[in-house]
């Protein structure tokens, strides 16, 4: 491994406030990369915090170790997937998803179109099918179908065919090749960039994957503790947007980005991959589903044995929301009509439909 390459943490600022980093608490970084938002999660730590800082791909890992190296009294390193994650209690957890700019950059790992190399693409090298053995061995509609799917291109049976037609497929300049005879260029985008994306998708498994994390990421957060997933895709972005709207019906979380964020136009300029990021995060308030929604509307008055209730039923210490207001539980006003949540939860999803 030569020189570690410069790194911009995607969106650092936004998913720092939004993770509002306890000193003392307990954090997890599902996509160690190059270690950008590791380094910056654990400088905010002290020595009693932690961050557990995971990666499925060696090589990323061993990069981030080396970028974080006044902090190691902080992180702990684990090559892990998203769907071997199994943490608890978490203050925070954050996810960025995709491929670092050194995966795409390192010709032998076979992610680029622009440098020849073995079309690899798998991110975890220790096991797996590579992109090579999975067009050389399946059926066309099969390639077709990836193409379509994750890649959403168009001429995606013409590329099938070409690529079957051209077995076997040697190496990622040849598959570009094949590809860019196939369907040559109609815009700025390289003809080979869907296929690429596609194929990197279906080899390391990444839509079941985010379904993994998504799935898991709330249960391994504590209450109070908050997730920040950035997404490059749409249908990832999709994926998370209808994951966080489903926490929220059920009483798990309340959203705390209304619409997606994205990266300051200054961002952009000074890192260009930035562009197509899309920041989505949520404060986990209970573990269970809830029916707190129905509660609420039949609680629609306040009452004065529910506020001594609430006080005996509130264990929680005094914590106070963005807008100063005590999230433990209590009365609320809420469009000219004051509300009861007996819980701090309960509160906060009122709190939520506030922000709406
Ligand atoms: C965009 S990079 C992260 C960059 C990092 N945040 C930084 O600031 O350096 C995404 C990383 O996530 C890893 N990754 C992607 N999918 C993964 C999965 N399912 N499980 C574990 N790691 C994954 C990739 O190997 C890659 O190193």
Not at 251 to 279: D, H, M, Q
Request: aromatic residues 4%.
């Amino acid at each position: 491994m030569g020189d570690i390459p410069r790194h911009h943490p995607v969106m650092l600022g936004e998913s720092l406030e939004l993770l509002a980093i306890r000193p003392d608490g307990r954090y997890l970084d599902c996509t160690a990369g190059l270690g950008g938002h590791t380094r910056a999660i654990a400088e905010r730590l002290t020595a009693g915090g932690k961050i557990i800082s995971c990666d499925r791909d060696a090589q990323s890992l061993e990069m981030a170790r080396r970028n974080t190296a006044e902090f190691h009294d902080r992180i702990e390193f684990r090559q892990a997937s998203f769907s071997e994650l199994a943490e608890s209690n978490l203050d925070g957890l954050i996810a960025d998803l995709g491929v670092s700019r050194y995966q795409l950059t390192s010709p032998e790992r076979g992610f680029s179109f622009q440098a020849e190399g073995p079309a690899d693409m798998r991110m975890d090298q220790s096991r797996g099918v590579t992109a090579a053995e999975l067009l050389n061995h399946s059926a066309e509609k099969a390639i077709a179908g990836w193409l379509h799917q994750y890649g959403e291109e168009r001429r995606a049976r013409k590329i099938a065919g070409a690529i079957v037609r051209a077995r076997p497929i040697r190496s990622t300049l040849h598959l570009a090749g094949v590809v860019e005879r196939a369907a040559p260029r109609t815009g700025p985008l390289h003809p080979a960039t869907r296929t690429f994306m596609a194929l990197r998708m279906v080899v390391n498994r990444e839509q079941e994957e985010l379904d993994a994390l998504l799935e898991r990421a709330p249960r391994m957060v504590r209450p109070g503790g908050r997730i920040v997933i950035i997404s490059f895709m749409s249908l990832e972005d999709r994926k998370v947007k209808e994951s966080f709207r489903e926490l929220k019906r059920t009483g798990r979380a309340i959203i705390l980005t209304k619409k997606p964020l994205e990266p300051s136009e200054k961002e952009v300029r000074e890192n260009p991959p930035s562009r197509s990021a899309k920041l989505r995060a949520v404060e986990i308030v209970n573990h269970q589903q809830s029916n707190v929604t129905e509660e609420h509307q039949s609680h629609g008055h306040p009452g004065t044995h529910l506020q001594s209730a609430n006080r005996r039923e509130n264990p929680l210490p005094r914590r106070t929301g963005r807008y100063g207001h005590d999230l433990r539980g209590g009365f609320i006003r809420r469009r000219g009509r004051v509300h009861f949540a007996r819980t701090a939860q309960r509160l906060h999803l009122l709190l939520l439909e506030e922000d709406r």
